[in-house]
């Protein structure tokens, strides 16, 4: 069995759509979403609507706590707009009533078995959904993150592709669909392979400029929304 692995997608439609064609090219037979459907960018609607073509297992993010004070508060939706830009306040103008509490009912992590494998999915870290833990994380935490006792440990949150082996155990960010930190426009996703116990890491690139020119458009007061799409390809 192969499952996909997406996070982060943050409202990026133009991205998403990008990636779909190679998850069905791959025989992708079921989705793990580990959080951040919205947030930053601004077509969640879509997204939601692109997922719900597939099978899927999701948890939220911190992006969807944020929706959720947001949701509840003026005041923090106007917070939210000023540091992380308006993709929150689309997310609450585009999404249904029933979408907006299918994402805020969404666990912080939960534990899956699926294919003969058993898989932790998380946000953040496995103790704490807001916790970054970023490839160059030590050796002693990312043992320790890994050290849940199922056969795969599934994190996203910080925008990077991480994948390792600790004993039997594979530890894996698939990266960020929606907004990936360590090429520009460059999509990061991943499939776990069930029958070879194996994960494996893609990148997919999209039309970044589009999605640049309408940050630049509705929050000229963010450039990093649009120059993070922007930089230079490593």
């Not at 969640?44 to 947001?70: I, Q, Y």
Request: hydrophobic share 35%; proline share 5%.
């Amino acid at each position: 069995m192969k499952i996909g692995v997406l996070s982060d997608i943050h409202g990026n439609s133009v991205a998403l759509e990008a990636v779909l064609p190679a998850l069905r090219e791959q025989k992708v037979e079921h989705l793990f979403i580990l959080g951040d459907f919205v947030g930053y960018y601004y077509h969640p609607d879509e997204v939601l609507k692109s997922l719900s073509e597939f099978d899927t297992t999701m948890v939220r993010g911190n992006h969807e706590t944020m929706l959720e004070e947001a949701r509840a508060d003026s005041n923090a939706e106007d917070r939210i707009r000023k540091e992380f830009g308006s993709g929150v306040s689309e997310a609450l103008l585009r999404l249904s009533t029933e979408q907006l509490d299918m994402l805020l009912a969404l666990p912080e992590k939960r534990e899956v078995s699926m294919g003969g494998m058993t898989f932790l999915l998380c946000h953040g870290s496995p103790s704490n959904n807001d916790e970054y833990v970023y490839p160059d994380a030590s050796e002693e935490k990312l043992k320790a993150c890994a050290d849940q006792g199922v056969d795969a440990v599934l994190m996203g949150h910080t925008h990077y592709p991480l994948l390792r082996q600790f004993d039997s155990t594979i530890l894996l960010n698939p990266g960020s669909v929606g907004q990936p930190r360590d090429k520009g426009s460059s999509a990061s996703w991943a499939i776990i392979d069930t029958q070879e116990r194996e994960a494996r890491l893609f990148r997919t690139p999209f039309d970044g400029d589009s999605v640049a020119a309408e940050a630049r458009a509705k929050d000229p007061g963010n450039p990093y929304l649009a120059d993070v799409l922007l930089r230079k390809r490593t």
